[in-house]
């Protein structure tokens, strides 16, 4: 198999850890096995999407070193989805429906007040020919939903989280297209990944539910579907999911002094069974990147550890990516004396030296 794997971040807002943990796995798996690494920028919201952050997101993948074969972007496929939209209504596999915001969350409130899930009782379906005509005379505009198939259970194998298993009866019926026209991740994801020949999809469990109505989608779409790995999501030294990781960024990063070999040293192994280890080459990485290693309890990642691994790790790098940190007038034979002894008499002379 000609392995393809794929990093699809939304241009909303710049990469913090998760997005660039998400990107370093697909790179890693690609990379192991010989296969292709695309760039997709996910800009179908066009309203949020931002040139700068295109521009960013593209300099933080340089910066990590996670080089793309191939870069694509959503906004100008618009025409590929229209045409699965129109496959999928042709076999009876989209719907309009109606109904607005307001109404929806009522249905939503009432159902859960009854102890019901909230899923769409697709009131929608049982509307004639007249009523929807009635319905767009009044100024209403339908989105589009996909009908999923309640004989068909969803079941995959995951990479790291094993078989899976859904009900497709207990999930709504997925909106694909918005009333204003716009599209939603779910299907132009689907339309991609299979015309760009993606095999692999890498991205973290709270993905899951998504995956199985994509699944379906494949199905009804008569294509196969790549394989996923579904992985645990990273979460704070304090146990549990911390905000201000969400918004710990390349940029601060980099800011901060963090190396880009101690950030993919960091995140290529957490939550897996393999040591973190300080490794300026990313080759041993991609010869031991294995989804068998992953486990299922949250990742913890950990500042004050990417720091301590940040120190070691530049204790490896050569003079020229050092040399603006140095003591004036300190030369390439100096480093090369106190690398390998951060307690040498030099170090000692020059405190910032053991930080470096």
Request: glycine share 8%; aromatic share 8%.
């Amino acid at each position: 198999m000609n392995v393809v794997t794929r990093f699809a971040p939304s241009p909303t807002g710049r990469l913090h850890v998760g997005n660039i943990r998400t990107a370093l796995h697909n790179w890693l798996w690609a990379r192991k096995q010989g296969g292709r690494f695309l760039l997709r920028i996910d800009d179908t919201d066009q309203a949020r999407s931002e040139e700068a952050y295109v521009a960013a997101i593209r300099g933080d993948l340089a910066w990590l070193g996670l080089h793309w074969d191939e870069e694509q972007r959503q906004s100008v496929r618009f025409g590929a989805y229209e045409a699965a939209l129109e496959r999928l209504r042709a076999a009876g596999r989209v719907y309009p429906a109606y109904e607005t915001a307001q109404e929806l969350d009522l249905k939503r409130k009432i159902q859960l007040g009854r102890g019901k899930p909230p899923v769409y009782d697709r009131a929608a379906l049982a509307l004639s020919d007249a009523d929807r005509a009635k319905l767009e005379a009044e100024g209403r505009r339908p989105h589009w939903r996909f009908r999923l198939d309640h004989d068909a259970p969803i079941e995959w194998q995951d990479l790291i989280r094993g078989p899976q298993h859904f009900d497709p009866a207990l999930l709504s019926d997925p909106v694909v297209r918005r009333e204003d026209g716009t599209w939603l991740y779910m299907l132009p994801s689907v339309v991609d990944d299979v015309e760009m020949g993606v095999t692999h999809v890498v991205r973290g469990e709270d993905h899951d539910t998504n995956t199985g109505l994509q699944l379906q989608m494949f199905a009804a779409l008569g294509v196969p579907a790549p394989a996923f790995a579904h992985e645990a999501l990273l979460t704070g030294a304090e146990g549990k999911l911390a905000k201000r990781l969400g918004s710990t960024g390349v940029e601060a990063l980099r800011e901060a002094g963090i190396e880009p070999e101690a950030l993919i040293a960091k995140l290529a192994r957490i939550g897996t069974s393999l040591p973190v280890e300080p490794l300026a080459d990313p080759a041993p990485l991609i010869a031991g990147f294995d989804f068998a290693t992953f486990g299922r309890a949250p990742a913890r990642f950990d500042l004050a550890e990417l720091e301590g691994l940040n120190a070691r790790i530049v204790h490896l790098l050569p003079y020229a990516r050092v040399r603006d940190r140095l003591p004036s007038g300190m030369a390439e034979a100096d480093w090369a004396a106190i690398r390998p002894n951060r307690s040498s008499r030099l170090c000692q002379e020059h405190p910032q030296l053991t930080v470096l």
